[in-house]
């Protein structure tokens, strides 16, 4: 996104032209930004050739699902929803891994169905299920086994997966128990470490310390892993104050490791691929001054956009017009759903704004749409997937009647 002749636009197109043809509030994507953004991923990692597998679960638009496989990549998928959108955006099953804590015997039935390439599994009880069936089916089912390495990644709780009060993966000491059940298994072959350890990570150091437990863990065990799953949670830039995550130190760091460990690599990024692809564009419905703050209300609401009121996340927000007249007060950018966290930001030394004004929230595109509700009874918005000067609708709004 950047301003042309003071108009703010998405690769050619205004975001002016976009909300007065397709109405507001609406999701917009760049794929020019995609593509960089899959090439640049590539770029950093290419000296081992990593199997990429999309974090579907941040952005669940099948036809942006169905660009991202014309690169290549695969799907990380956590229910059978996932994996059927991905199968049916084109995905090759020997490219999808299943993860997650509370998978159902009927899903994990459809993945062994489906030969995708692996179930990561994160329990005992799981690993005794995915026997189970297997043994129904005569067949013998590649398996993953998710380590817990206790890992803080200094993120937000809300979004940490790698630390032991953490529920996902296991413990060392039920690692190697799990290790030795699934080698005397006929029906389950055990191909892949996995670890997680969290979301929006801009630091190299947890990365390296993740790394630092599996190695310990690998020298202790006579066992060679086909796969290594280091998971994905490479964050972005949501603002001027973020600094950027460092590839070049992860790529050495996973290059030392793989002198150690000859397996073969799996990422699975999400917001990085897809987060700064997208913006929603809201119109200002109201301005309103109440005591010493003045709120301007969209019509755009935390139903749309649900990370600043579950997470407090931080969103760049543009004016669609450039202007050079300041608002010399703060202003309070809510929503119009009945709740008071429906609140996107708080604009300091804001230019000017008046009612039927368009603004566009940035970095949308992961984590966006895909955790949108319909809560007071909202219909979901429009998305766009905009290629140099051509629009193409991937998504259609939702109409009311949709939901009665």
């Known amino acids: 996104m950047k301003y042309i002749n003071k108009k703010l636009t998405i690769e050619k197109i205004s975001v002016q032209n976009i909300a007065k043809k397709f109405g507001t509030p609406t999701y917009c994507y760049s794929y020019k930004q995609l593509s960089e953004n899959i ?60 993860s ?12 062994i169905d489906k030969k995708i390439l692996l179930i990561n599994a994160e329990s005992y009880s799981e690993i005794k299920v995915i026997e189970k069936i297997a043994k129904l089916k005569k067949k013998k089912v590649r398996v993953g086994i998710r380590l817990n390495p206790n890992t803080d990644a ?3 709780s809300q979004i940490s997966t790698g630390k032991k009060e953490n529920k996902f993966g296991v413990n060392e000491k039920i690692f190697y128990e799990l290790l030795k ?17 969290g979301s929006q990570i801009l630091d190299h150091r947890p990365y390296e310390r993740m790394l630092n437990v599996v190695n310990r863990i690998l020298n202790k065990i006579n066992y060679k892993f086909e796969f290594i799953d280091l998971g994905g949670g490479m964050g972005i830039s949501y ?3 973020n600094k950027k995550l460092n590839y070049a130190k992860y790529n050495s760091a996973i290059k030392k490791f793989l002198k150690k460990h000859k397996s073969k690599i799996i990422f699975e990024p999400g917001r990085s691929i897809i987060g700064n692809t997208g913006a929603l564009i809201s119109k200002v419905i109201y301005i309103k001054k109440s005591g010493k703050k003045n709120f301007v209300i969209l019509d755009a609401a935390m139903n749309d956009l649900i990370r600043p009121a579950l997470y407090g996340a931080i969103h760049e927000t543009l004016p669609s017009i450039k202007l050079n007249k300041k608002f010399k007060g703060n202003y ?11 609140k996107f930001a ?16 940035c970095d949308v595109g992961a984590y966006g749409m895909s955790l949108s509700s319909n809560y007071n009874m909202r219909p979901k918005p429009l998305e766009l997937l905009i290629k140099g000067s051509k629009t193409n609708i991937i998504r259609k709004r939702q109409k009311l009647k949709d939901l009665l």
């Open 39 to 98: 090439n640049n991923f590539k770029d950093n990692f290419k000296s081992f050739s990593p199997l990429i597998c999309f974090a579907v679960k941040s952005n669940t638009n099948v036809n942006l699902i169905r660009e991202i496989r014309r690169f290549g990549l695969g799907a990380d998928v956590v229910s059978k929803g996932e994996m059927v959108l991905s199968l049916k955006a084109g995905i090759n099953p020997k490219k999808i891994v299943f």
């Open 100 to 111: 997650g804590v509370g998978k159902t015997s009927e899903e994990i039935s459809y993945a």
């Open 154 to 156: 200094k993120t937000l």
């Open 181 to 197: 059940y699934c080698k005397n298994s006929k029906n389950i072959d055990l191909k892949c470490l996995s670890v997680h350890i």
């Open 239 to 241: 603002s001027k104050k």
């Open 332 to 342: 309070e950018l809510v929503g119009p759903v009945c709740e008071s966290t429906d």
């Open 346 to 361: 708080t604009l300091k030394k804001f230019q000017k704004l008046k009612e039927k004004d368009y603004i566009a929230i």
